[in-house]
């Protein structure tokens, strides 16, 4: 691989970082959390739930897991929770990820300079 396309990288910790964020990613439905919440609007469960069609502890729990990761940040309100994006890094790879998949399935289709 040359220089150019090297993974920018200090070292082995840079990539179990990657990982475990990759791993906290690897679920449609968290993706979907994030893509609600990067509009960068705080939403609470009730609003996510209307966006998302998921059973309310399934939410909750993905939304605790991305809490744990640091993805997102919560603040009560009486007593709602709301939730929004604590580390805009995360927007910037999803965003990424999915504008190449997209690219992906139009090339596909053939609608792409390939």
């Not at 150019?4 to 679920?27: K, N």
């Not at 959390?33 to 998921?54: D, M, R, S």
Request: net charge neutral.
């Amino acid at each position: 691989m040359s220089d150019a396309t090297a993974l920018p990288t200090s070292g082995p910790q840079d990539y179990e970082a990657a990982a475990e964020l990759f791993g906290v990613l690897s679920t449609p439905i968290r993706l979907r959390i994030i893509g609600a919440l990067c509009e960068g609007q705080e939403k609470n469960v009730t609003q996510l739930l209307q966006e998302i069609k998921v059973s309310q502890p399934n939410m909750s729990q993905q939304l605790n897991v991305l809490y744990r990761a640091g993805v997102v940040d919560k603040r009560r309100d009486g007593a709602q929770i709301y939730y929004r994006i604590a580390d805009d890094t995360v927007v910037r790879v999803c965003k990424a990820v999915c504008a190449q998949m997209m690219d992906r399935e139009e090339q596909q289709r053939g609608g792409g300079a390939g």
